[in-house]
């Protein structure tokens, strides 16, 4: 059963309200009161059941959510900020101060789990219509990056080590009873792969790489053979990721690269830091000049970038409710000069014949730097820079929520600039005003004279 959020505004006789002592033009403060919550949980509510114990609000869960991703936090730290913040409680809809986290760190798990990848979507496309006037533009710039997720780096050698403990533990669960559980050879075998890049133990470190992916087929076909049928189609899953990564050869296509996240694919940006990233694509839409973020979308595999591009902006017109006319890319997109009515300009276009259409080209080729930044923030920032949510939904929630936050960061900026702004307007008109009495008083002053 959905639980409701508590009167902000209702007194308490023991207790006083967040609202008596809080800051009222704090940044938070105002843009917890643009926004429009009631239409947040009027599309959650469909989740959520008519019986049963009443669940958390959801507008707390949701300025959980947001507060999570603006400030960088995990769920743990965020229960912690929480509970010694009286603006992050106001935010969140409490009415009182309260001194216990408002839920246990996991309920956000849920939350995220409940409301999917949908209700990521529809916080993100309130983030964007809360902008106003700040959409109106004629470009907007496109650019993909790579959104890694929360892997080791690959190595066979590892891959092939938690197949074998994995075979162990599943053995040892089901109560099957191996041929030989490997465990003082597998020790024996790392302790020879260390170092393999050393002339005098490469060799070594060959041989020991190929017994350990023998004694993971071996000991794969051992439990799968002293299954029952029942236990074979339970771990069937699990057992055809395993004999993939076994049989899988260096120069493969679609190469598993964790097990517990298959999904996970290579891709190589040319970083000279960082010359392969392993997770998922993500494209990144915005405004130039204004910094609002009006698009995203998680691709799974590593897709050419021409194919990113018209999703992208089909998310674009679906989160703004506009088309936009110009899309600046890189040179990444070669193909497409065209996507529905949206031109597509990349530097390295069919020349212009007249002078002012080649300097009108290159500065708007010089605009798209200006995403390199964003895509910065939005990882560094926002939590992008390494996913930890599970699976393919994770990636395009994760990416959600960041863009969202970023959005919201910015709205806060704004929010600043108006108080700040106000001040000043304030001030000009305090000194204009003890100007005008100053002068009145020499002015009356020099007739008593």
Request: aromatic residues 8%.
């Amino acid at each position: 059963m959905l639980g409701k959020s508590p009167l902000q505004n209702q007194k308490n006789l023991f207790r006083p309200l967040l609202v008596e002592f809080i800051n009222p033009e704090h940044p938070l403060v105002i843009l917890a009161n643009r926004i429009p919550w009631k239409d947040l949980e009027r599309n959650f509510t469909g989740l959520y059941s008519h019986t049963g114990t009443p669940s958390k609000p959801i507008r707390l869960m949701v300025g959980l959510l947001i507060l999570k991703q603006v400030y960088n936090l995990g769920d743990e730290p965020l229960m912690e900020e929480w509970v010694r913040d009286p603006y992050f409680q106001y935010f969140c809809g409490e009415g009182e101060f309260q001194w216990k986290p408002p839920c246990d760190p996991s309920d956000l798990v849920h939350f995220r789990k409940r409301i999917g990848e949908n209700g990521a979507a529809s916080i993100f496309k309130l983030s964007v219509q809360m902008q106003g006037n700040d959409l109106k533009s004629s470009d907007v710039v496109v650019d993909t990056t790579a959104h890694e997720r929360n892997i080791t780096y690959p190595v066979d050698s590892k891959q092939y080590r938690k197949i074998i403990d994995k075979c162990n533990g599943i053995a040892q669960r089901e109560e099957i009873q191996l041929r030989q559980s490997y465990k003082r050879t597998v020790k024996a075998l790392l302790l020879d792969l260390r170092f393999a890049h050393h002339p005098k133990r490469k060799r070594l470190a060959i041989r020991a790489q190929k017994k350990l992916r023998t004694i993971a087929g071996r000991i794969t076909r051992d439990l799968e053979r002293k299954m029952s049928e029942e236990l074979r189609e339970q771990y069937r899953e699990q057992l055809t990721l395993f004999y993939r990564v076994i049989s899988q050869k260096k120069h493969d296509k679609n190469k598993i690269y964790s097990l517990h996240e298959p999904s996970v694919a290579c891709i190589a940006k040319g970083k000279s830091h960082k010359p392969y990233e392993f997770g998922a694509k993500a494209s990144v839409a915005f405004i130039p000049g204004k910094c609002i973020i009006v698009g995203v979308k998680s691709f799974q595999g590593n897709p050419n970038d021409t194919q990113t591009l018209e999703p992208t902006l089909e998310n674009v017109q679906e989160s703004t409710g506009r088309t936009y006319k110009y899309a600046i890319v890189d040179r990444g997109y070669p193909g497409k000069n065209k996507v529905g009515e949206t031109q597509i300009i990349r530097p390295g276009s069919p020349k212009a014949k007249t002078e002012y259409r080649k300097r009108w080209m290159r500065k708007k080729c010089r605009i798209r730097a200006g995403v390199e930044p964003v895509i910065s923030h939005l990882k560094y920032d926002h939590r992008m820079i390494r996913n930890y949510l599970k699976g393919t939904m994770g990636d395009e929630m994760n990416l959600l929520m960041a863009a969202a936050a970023f959005n919201f960061k910015r709205l806060l900026r704004k929010i600043k600039q108006e108080i700040i702004f106000a001040l000043d307007l304030w001030m000009q008109k305090l000194l204009a005003r003890i100007g005008q009495c100053a002068s009145l008083r020499f002015f009356i002053a020099k007739l008593s004279c």
